[in-house]
């Protein structure tokens, strides 16, 4: 499957909102709803010792389609921003990580 038709799949399984905010309020928060999931799983796995990965995997594809779907409303294609990521990194590292690399980078926080 590619990530276009990954991207189309997941647009057919979404729910309609009467409004654009409604939405992308709804993908904001659930991308972060499964993040959280993603999280979990890891701490119980190897925190408590209880084997979540099965869920760790399930939670990685539930914030896939939410990354697909915010994609979607802003009229990205998936496949783009995957491509646009690989080009930051070879930037950043055009042959293999480095961490001196990785601190010389001057980059925008986007969370600020
Ligand atoms: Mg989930």
Known sequence: MTPKEYQKFCKKTA???NTK???????????AGEA????????????HGDDQ?????ENLGDTMWYIAMICDFFG?????????NIEKLKKRHPKVFSKKAAKKDKRRDWNE
């Open 21 to 31: 905010e409604k939405e992308i309020f709804t993908w904001g928060l659930g991308i």
């Open 15 to 17: 729910k309609k909102f």
């Open 36 to 47: 959280g999931d993603v999280a979990g799983c890891i701490k119980k796995t190897f925190s």
């Open 53 to 57: 990965r099965a869920g760790l995997k």
């Open 76 to 84: 990205w294609n998936l496949e783009d921003v995957m491509q646009e």
